[in-house]
C-alpha cells in the first residue's frame, strides 16, 4: 500500500476522533429528570394528590431520626422533674421520701420516682387517635417532632453529649417556667408551658393551641368527640413490701372523682374486666345517670402512700378515661426466689378535652398533683382556674383510704402528729396514742366492770332458776327479766358500754395501715411503721405466714394470754356461755391474721394489752376483786 494512502486513513481517523470531541463540547446540556424529593425538613408535606391537612409518614419517620435531643430537669424543695424532648415527665422523684429498704442511702438514684421505668407518655398530648381525619391519624406527629426548648440558654447546661440543662428553684421564692413548642405542619402549633413552684407538690401546665393554616380556614383537632387528651401512665410507682403479692383496687389504680359526688371516688375496678388471663384491654370513661359522659374534677392514679393527677379547669368539662393494660408479672427478689412474684398495675388515666373548633388560639390550663397522700396537704389544692374571689376546690382528699370511719381516723391522726412533735418519733407517739385512747375509754371499761360485777351478785340465783325451769323455758325467761328488774341489773351492761369504743379500733385499724406519715418512720428494731418488722428471715416459708420471723406478733399473742391469766375468771364465765369459750381463741387467731399486718398497728395491739393488763390490776385492787378479767 502506498505512503498516499496510509496518510490519508489516519488523517480522516484523526478528523473523526476530533470531530467526535468538538460535538460534545458543544451538545446542550439536557434537562435531568426530576430525582425523588428529598426530606430535609422533618415538618415538610407531600401536596401531590392529597389534602393541604394530611402529614406524610415517610417525613414523619425521617423526621424520628434527625430530631434534636435535649432534656430539662426541675429541682424544686419538694420534686425534680426531667423532661425530654417529646415534652414528656420521663421521672418525677420526690426528694423527702424514700424507696423502702433504702433509709440509710442518701443518692438521687433511691428518691421515690412516681413515674416507673420505661413509660414515656405521662404529660403526654394524645389527638384523637381513632379520628378518620388524615392529619389527626398521624397524630403520633407529636411525639415524632421536634418540640423546641423556648429560652434554653436561661437554663444551666449541664451535659454536652446531649443538650441537658438544669432549673434549680431550691433557694428561689418565686415560680419559674419552662416552655416547649412544635408544630403539625399547616395547620396547628402548639406550646406547652410549665410553671414550677419552690415549696410544693403540684406544677402548672398551660397548653395553647395557634391555627397556622395558610387560607385561614378552620382547624379542627378531633374526631366530633373529643378533642385532644392529656395521659399519666401507664402505672405509678408500686411501692410494695415484700408480703404484698397483687395490688388492691382502692390503693393502686386509675382514679377519677365527679363533681356530683366529691366524696365517692371512681376507681377502675379489675373484676369488671375479667380474669387477667383472659383479659383485654379495657377502658372505663365516667358516665352520668343518663350513661353520657359526665365532667370530673380530677383523674389521674393512686396506691396506697402517692399519687399522680391531673386536674383541669373546672369550667373546661373534661371527661376521664380510665383504661386497664393487663398487668405485668414481677420476678421474685434475689433475696427470695420462692416469694411470690408481684403483679404490678399497668393502668392509665386520661384527661378527655371537649371538642372546640380553632379559629385563631385557645389554651387550656391544668394542675399536676404528684406527691404524698397527706390530709392537709391534700385538702389545700385547688383548680387552675382558683382565685381569691372564687376558689375552685377540687377534693384530693377523697383519696384517702381511712375506712368507714374515716372522720375518727382524721381526728385520731391530729393526735398523732401533735404526739410525734412532742416526742419526734412515731413509735413512741403510737404508744402515747394507745395510752390517750385508753385513758379516754376508761370510764366506759370501768362501767363495764362493774355491770359485770352486779351479774356475778346474781349468778347463784339465776343457776337456781334455770336449774328449777328447766322444763319451761318461758317461764325461766319471765322469772330471769323479773330477777334482773329487782337487783337493778342490766344483761347487756358488760357489752354496752365498750360499743363507743368499736369505732375507734376501727379507724386505728385503717389509719396506722395507710398513714404516709408512717412510712420509712422507725422505732427500735423496726424499720418501717408501715411493714412487718421482720427480724430474721427464715430458710423455709411458712404456709399462710411467708418466710420472715416477726416479732411484735409473737409479742400481742404473749400478752394477750398473760392478759386472761391475770384478768381470771375466763374460764368461769366461759363454761356458763359457750360464745365466750369461743372469745378465749379469739387473740390467737387474730395473731395469725395480722402476722404481715403493719408493725405500727401491731405495736398498737400491743401496747393495749399492756395497758389493759396494767388497768386490771388497779381495778381489782379499787374495788376488792380478784377473779373477774376486764378486756377490751
Known amino acids: 500500500m502506498e505512503k498516499r494512502y496510509i496518510l490519508a486513513f489516519v488523517l480522516i481517523a484523526l478528523v473523526i476522533v476530533a470531530q467526535m470531541v468538538f460535538l460534545r463540547q458543544i451538545e446542550p446540556e439536557r434537562p435531568p429528570q426530576k430525582p425523588p424529593t428529598e426530606i430535609t425538613d422533618q415538618r415538610q408535606i407531600s401536596t401531590d394528590n392529597q389534602p393541604t391537612n394530611q402529614v406524610n409518614s415517610k417525613n414523619l419517620e425521617v423526621a424520628k431520626e434527625i430530631q434534636r435531643q435535649w432534656k430539662i430537669t426541675v429541682r424544686t424543695n419538694k420534686y425534680e422533674v426531667t423532661l425530654d424532648q417529646s415534652a414528656v415527665a420521663l421521672e418525677w422523684k420526690l426528694v423527702e421520701y424514700l424507696e423502702r429498704g433504702k433509709a440509710n442511702e442518701s443518692t438521687d438514684s433511691v428518691l421515690v420516682n412516681l413515674i416507673p421505668k420505661g413509660a414515656k407518655n405521662c404529660l403526654q398530648i394524645v389527638l384523637a387517635p381513632n379520628t378518620t381525619d388524615a392529619i389527626l391519624r398521624a397524630s403520633k406527629a407529636l411525639d415524632l417532632a421536634h418540640w423546641q426548648l423556648t429560652d434554653s440558654s436561661k437554663f444551666n447546661r449541664t451535659e454536652e453529649n446531649i443538650e441537658s440543662y438544669s432549673l434549680d428553684l431550691r433557694e428561689n421564692t418565686s415560680p419559674r417556667q419552662v416552655v416547649v413548642s412544635t408544630e403539625i405542619p399547616q395547620q396547628v402549633k402548639i406550646w406547652k408551658k410549665f410553671t414550677f413552684y419552690p415549696d410544693t407538690y403540684y406544677a402548672d401546665l398551660e397548653i395553647t393551641f395557634k391555627n397556622i393554616s395558610p387560607t385561614g380556614q378552620v382547624v379542627k383537632i378531633g374526631d366530633g368527640q373529643y378533642d385532644y387528651s392529656l395521659r399519666w401512665g401507664p402505672g405509678i410507682f408500686g411501692d410494695r413490701i415484700p408480703h404484698d403479692q397483687a395490688p388492691s383496687e382502692k390503693n393502686e389504680s386509675a382514679i377519677a372523682l365527679r363533681p356530683s359526688?366529691?366524696?365517692?371516688?371512681?376507681?377502675?375496678?379489675?373484676?369488671?374486666?375479667?380474669?387477667?388471663?383472659?383479659?383485654?384491654?379495657?377502658?372505663?370513661?365516667?358516665?352520668?345517670?343518663?350513661?353520657?359522659?359526665?365532667?370530673?374534677?380530677?383523674?389521674?392514679?393512686n396506691n396506697r402512700y402517692f399519687a399522680a393527677v391531673l386536674i383541669p379547669e373546672t369550667s373546661r368539662g373534661a371527661h376521664a378515661k380510665l383504661i386497664e393494660l393487663g398487668e405485668l408479672n414481677l420476678p421474685a427478689t434475689e433475696k427470695s426466689k420462692t416469694r411470690p412474684r408481684v403483679v404490678a398495675s399497668t393502668q392509665a388515666a386520661s384527661l378527655l378535652i371537649p371538642e372546640s373548633d380553632l379559629t385563631g388560639e385557645n389554651f387550656d390550663r391544668f394542675r399536676i398533683f404528684v406527691g404524698p397522700k397527706i390530709t392537709g396537704l391534700l385538702s389545700q389544692v385547688e383548680a387552675p382556674d382558683s382565685t381569691e374571689e372564687k376558689p375552685e376546690k377540687v377534693y384530693l382528699d377523697a383519696m384517702l383510704s381511712f375506712g368507714w370511719m374515716a372522720p375518727v381516723a382524721r381526728f385520731l391522726l391530729v393526735i398523732l402528729n401533735l404526739c410525734n412533735k412532742i416526742v419526734n418519733n412515731y413509735g413512741v407517739a403510737i404508744i402515747l396514742l394507745t395510752l390517750i385512747v385508753k385513758l379516754a375509754t376508761a370510764p366506759l371499761t370501768l362501767k363495764a366492770y362493774r355491770a359485770t360485777l352486779d351479774m356475778k351478785k346474781v349468778q347463784p340465783q339465776l343457776t337456781a332458776l334455770k336449774e328449777k325451769y328447766r322444763d319451761n323455758p318461758q317461764r325461766f325467761n319471765q322469772e330471769q327479766m323479773a330477777l334482773f328488774k329487782k337487783h337493778k341489773v342490766n344483761p347487756f351492761g358488760g357489752c354496752l358500754p365498750m360499743l363507743p369504743s368499736m369505732p375507734i379500733f376501727f379507724?386505728?385499724?385503717?389509719?396506722?395501715?395507710?398513714?404516709?406519715?408512717?412510712?420509712?418512720?422507725?422505732?427500735?428494731?423496726?424499720?418501717?411503721?408501715t411493714a412487718p418488722d421482720a427480724i430474721y428471715a427464715l430458710p423455709f416459708a411458712i404456709p399462710f405466714l411467708g418466710e420472715n420471723l416477726n416479732l411484735l406478733p409473737l409479742l400481742y399473742a404473749a400478752t394477750t394470754l398473760l392478759q386472761q391469766r391475770i384478768g381470771g375468771g375466763m374460764e368461769t364465765a366461759a363454761a356458763d356461755n359457750p360464745n365466750m369459750k369461743m372469745m378465749q381463741y379469739m387473740p390467737l387467731i387474730f395473731t395469725f391474721i395480722f402476722y404481715n399486718f403493719a408493725s405500727g398497728l401491731i405495736l398498737y395491739f400491743l401496747c393495749s394489752n399492756i395497758f389493759t393488763i396494767f388497768q386490771n390490776l388497779i381495778t381489782k385492787r379499787i374495788l376488792g376483786e380478784d377473779d373477774l378479767p376486764i378486756t377490751g
Open 507 to 529: 379507724a386505728l385499724f385503717d389509719l396506722l395501715r395507710n398513714a404516709i406519715e408512717l412510712r420509712g418512720a422507725s422505732f427500735w428494731w423496726i424499720s418501717d411503721l
Open 261 to 301: 359526688e366529691p366524696s365517692k371516688v371512681e376507681f377502675m375496678k379489675r373484676k369488671e374486666l375479667g380474669e387477667p388471663d383472659n383479659r383485654t384491654d379495657g377502658v372505663k370513661i365516667i358516665t352520668g345517670k343518663d350513661e353520657k359522659p359526665e365532667p370530673v374534677l380530677w383523674t389521674g392514679l
